[in-house]
């Protein structure tokens, strides 16, 4: 430990200065000198809030009582970052202490079927993406050691409540250091948060009209109140605010009439997500509730912190009920750009507040530059805990912070090698020293190569003005560091795309329609009663997917999609969803899933049951990642192939 550490040991109360651990063999070995109570860890990780969400970093239109009393309490970071702007990576980053990109989880996909522990290179890409991206992997190896493992040896009892999403059985919170694991759920969260709860794998008791998160806080105030007599490290990853978006109805209409007061260029106004922030709010009102009646509020950390940045876009397909909010974007990140999925500052900087008892001083705030990668090494030094020999953590100690001391941990890095059209996100990575952060665009100039974007962010958080044309200098020196991140980390580095810019494909029409391209839109003339269009050009990767669709229809009838896999060849109802479109001659999106999780064969689309013109402008498959894996967008120039299109795998 540094100077800073070992006085903020010694003026701390109930710092654990007689533990030391040896991982491998897993000893523990006690000092002869009777030990001060350990301090207690209750760890609180939201999903998707957003920087600006919180009244306490300045959102006038969210109610967070609960959350602001805790600031006041504590420490609140103007710059926490997560180590990636999508969960699962952030997620074990934390337990790991190690970046994402060494541990290859670099996209929320540890709920697919497909156990693939290392990352690596897609095989292949849409003619209209420059890279190859990376395929993630899909579960936290065992082998690594975890925060819960590092506690558990030290004599704590260990928890984790709600969200997990790093892997099923054998890769869940129990076979990862944790004792207790509620609702011991791989998924990336419930099918809804208001029970009844319409997927019968998640299971919670619950009453009609139950909210999830009341349920979860409840379970875990309960783990609380069980040992309060000894140490814990309690998890409690919310489920909230991540989507499907439903929440409780008094809320919901309680914020519906604040709109009367809000003025009409507020960039945060959507009364449902609001409602879920609260409840958010709610449940962690209860558990410090818990915390300071048990009487152990005096050796308590408690810690608050988001997995990555706000929802900034609206998205109809992920809300549960018939609101007006379906079309409302669900926060705002402003000032900062972007929000998830995105490496802007909206993607990765993060809320966090941290209440030390005997560190932290009330009500203070500091501008220092954490990481999620930190915390591993920060409840290690600030416990006098040894670190796993094998695993040098990727993150720095941020115990002097929490003296309220100086502290710089050297640059920042983030690498995430995927597309996500819906953000405009591509494979890209980021670092930050200082004041200034570079993005590198992998591939994506026209020549092939890397392009940049350079910001200085205490002159331009709003990540506007690209400065990286007139600073080659800072560009190259930055540039370094990330070849030497990405060299160390073994990272997966994304490559041109041999098929970038690759001819037309084409589909095929059922004898019921007429193909053509006009206006860059696909034409559909239905001439009988079943017109629908197929092709073979389809995704090389498993599913399940989302369909998306731009249409205009002068038809008739309900529009479907059906697909094939290789074992099942024909098309058949029970592989097939239905859209409800509208037949008014206007542009309208639609979505559906499309539930297969083996890789596709065939698809074909629908688009009604009646004569009549449909225009497309575009359909696309979406991965669980938010990754476009397929698109086919209209081309004019086709037109006199009839019915070739570009398509993106």
């Known amino acids: 430990m540094n100077s800073g550490t070992n006085a903020i040991a010694r003026g701390f109360p109930i710092a654990l200065r007689v533990c030391a651990l040896a991982l491998g063999g897993i000893a523990l070995a006690r000092s002869a000198q009777a030990a001060p109570p350990r301090p207690n860890i209750l760890f609180i990780l939201a999903d998707d809030l957003g920087w600006g969400d919180l009244g306490c970093y300045g959102s006038t239109w969210y109610e967070t009582p609960n959350i602001d009393r805790l600031a006041a309490r504590g420490l609140r970071f103007t710059q926490a970052y997560a180590a990636n702007p999508l969960c699962s990576p952030t997620r074990a980053s934390l337990l790991t202490g190690l970046h994402p990109a060494r541990i290859g989880i670099t996209a929320p996909v540890c709920h697919l079927p497909q156990e693939r522990l290392e990352a690596h290179l897609a095989g292949r890409a849409p003619p209209t993406q420059k890279t190859l991206h990376a395929d993630s992997a899909t579960r936290l190896k065992t082998e690594y050691v975890t925060l819960a493992e590092v506690f558990k040896a030290a004599g704590y009892t260990t928890g984790h409540f709600g969200k997990w999403h790093l892997g099923p059985e054998p890769y869940s919170p129990l076979q990862q250091g944790f004792d207790v694991d509620v609702p011991h759920w791989p998924g990336p969260g419930p099918t809804c948060y208001i029970a009844p709860w319409k997927s019968p794998a998640f299971k919670l008791p619950a009453q009609s009209g139950d ?3 009341d349920l979860m806080a409840a379970e875990a105030v309960k783990f609380i109140q069980a040992n309060k007599h000894r140490p814990f490290y309690l998890n409690y990853w919310a489920f909230s605010v991540h989507g499907p978006y439903d929440g409780k109805k008094d809320l919901i209409q309680r914020y519906e009439a604040k709109l009367a007061k809000l003025p009409a260029d507020s960039p945060q106004r959507n009364p449902l997500y609001a409602a879920m922030v609260e409840s958010l709010d709610q449940a962690v009102g209860r558990l410090v509730r818990a915390v300071d009646e048990a009487g152990i509020a005096d050796r308590t950390v408690i810690v608050f912190l988001s997995d990555n940045g706000g929802v900034f876009w609206a998205h109809p397909e992920y809300h549960k009920d018939e609101s007006d909010w379906q079309n409302v974007p669900i926060t705002s990140n402003a000032p900062l750009r972007g929000g ?4 802007y500052e909206g993607g990765t900087r993060e809320p966090c507040i941290i209440v030390w008892p005997g560190a932290t001083r009330a009500g203070s705030t500091t501008d220092s530059i954490i990481q999620s990668t930190d915390f591993f090494p920060t409840f290690v030094d600030m416990l006098d805990l040894a670190a796993p020999s094998a695993q040098k953590p990727d993150g720095v100690s941020f115990a002097p912070v929490l003296a309220g001391k100086p502290h710089d941990r050297g640059p920042l890095f983030c690498h995430f090698p995927h597309n996500i059209p819906r953000t405009g996100a591509l494979p890209s990575c980021y670092v930050r020293v200082g004041d200034w952060k570079l993005i590198r665009f992998f591939r994506d100039n026209d020549d092939r190569s890397d392009r940049f974007e350079l910001y200085n962010l205490k002159e331009d958080l709003g990540e506007k003005n690209n400065l990286a044309p007139g600073r080659p200098d800072k560009v190259k020196e930055l540039n370094a560091l990330l070849d030497r991140f990405l060299a160390d980390t073994h990272a997966v580095i994304p490559q041109p795309n041999p098929a970038y810019g690759a001819p037309p494909q084409t589909w095929v029409p059922s004898k019921d329609c007429i193909l053509s391209v006009s206006d860059g839109q696909f034409v559909i003339r239905a001439i009988g009663h079943d017109p629908f269009i197929r092709t ?37 109802k029970s592989r097939s969803v239905q ?20 890789r596709l064969k065939a698809f074909r689309f629908d688009p009604g049951t009646a004569r009549g013109e449909i225009r497309l402008a575009w359909l696309r498959l979406i991965d669980q990642v938010g990754q476009v894996v397929s698109e086919w967008r209209f081309k ?14």
């Not at 998830?340 to 490496?343: I, P």
């Not at 989302?546 to 290789?566: C, D, P, V």
């Not at 004019?636 to 795998?649: K, L, V, Y």
């Open 536 to 572: 073979e050009d389809v995704p090389d990767t498993p599913g399940p997917f989302t369909l998306e669709i731009r249409m205009l229809s002068k038809g008739a009838g309900q529009a479907q999609a059906f697909w094939t896999t290789a074992d099942e060849r024909r098309f058949d």
């Open 211 to 213: 909210h999830v998160e």
């Open 636 to 649: 004019a120039e086709s037109a006199t192939q009839g019915i070739d299109t570009q398509p993106h795998r």
């Open 340 to 343: 998830k999925a995105t490496l």
């Open 579 to 598: 859209l409800e479109v509208q037949h008014d001659g206007q542009w309208h999106e639609y979505s559906a899933p499309i539930p297969c999780s083996d």
